[in-house]
């Protein structure tokens, strides 16, 4: 799971294309994609004003999710105990790969009943981040990374509607047309030597 911003084509862009001049406040929304990464296809999306924050809003991205999860990746923006308790208790027996911010401590109850991030805290401070994250499969992130960059080569990095509503439509659509081109193939990789 992971999001991106996306412009919005309105009036100050009209502006500044027709007659050279900058409007002082830009507006965006942020798009919020979460990938299998089994299949490729996008399995949950919501587009959100900009003030949202990613924990807010994954209860509306569970919420598009019928089959079970037994993985959940995403980035540090995403942790927290309300993202963890949310995910744990729609899904039983989850492994959740977020990483914590460089100045997390593990709980006071680690040594005796750790919790899944107090392990990743103490992981990361015994082994260093990298090998963290080869350790967990976190890298895999990656693959949703792409999609970002798919979204904005393909879609493009700006909506073009002018209502929010509108503008939930047009990321549906988008969502459905890259999800219809991954149907059609992936790129497969075999080792040869």
């Given at each position: 799971m992971d999001s991106t911003g996306l412009k919005v084509f309105g009036a100050g862009e009209w502006l500044e294309t027709k007659h050279g001049k900058t409007s002082r406040r830009r507006s965006w929304r942020k798009l919020h994609l979460g990938l299998d990464l089994e299949t490729g296809q996008i399995e949950c999306s919501e587009l959100t004003t900009d003030d949202i924050g990613d924990p807010s809003a994954v209860p509306d991205l569970l919420d598009q999710i019928d089959e079970p999860v037994h993985r959940f990746l995403a980035d540090g923006a995403y942790d927290g105990a309300a993202t963890r308790t949310e995910i744990v208790q729609r899904f039983a027996d989850v492994e959740i790969i977020i990483p914590p911010p460089k100045t997390a401590v593990a709980g006071p109850e680690a040594e005796t009943?750790?919790?899944?991030?107090?392990?990743?805290?103490?992981?990361?401070?015994?082994?260093?981040?990298?090998?963290?994250?080869?350790?967990?499969?976190?890298?895999?992130?990656?693959?949703?990374?792409?999609?970002?960059?798919?979204?904005?080569?393909?879609?493009?990095?700006?909506?073009?509607?002018?209502?929010?509503?509108?503008?939930?439509?047009?990321?549906?659509?988008?969502?459905?047309?890259?999800?219809?081109m991954t149907s059609l193939g992936r790129p497969t990789f075999e080792r040869i030597s």
């Open positions: 009943t750790p919790t899944a991030r107090d392990l990743d805290v103490l992981a990361i401070k015994a082994h260093g981040r990298m090998a963290w994250q080869k350790s967990t499969g976190y890298n895999q992130r990656a693959r949703v990374e792409t999609q970002m960059g798919r979204w904005k080569s393909v879609i493009g990095e700006r909506l073009r509607s002018r209502t929010l509503n509108n503008q939930r439509t047009e990321c549906r659509i988008g969502v459905s047309v890259l999800n219809k």
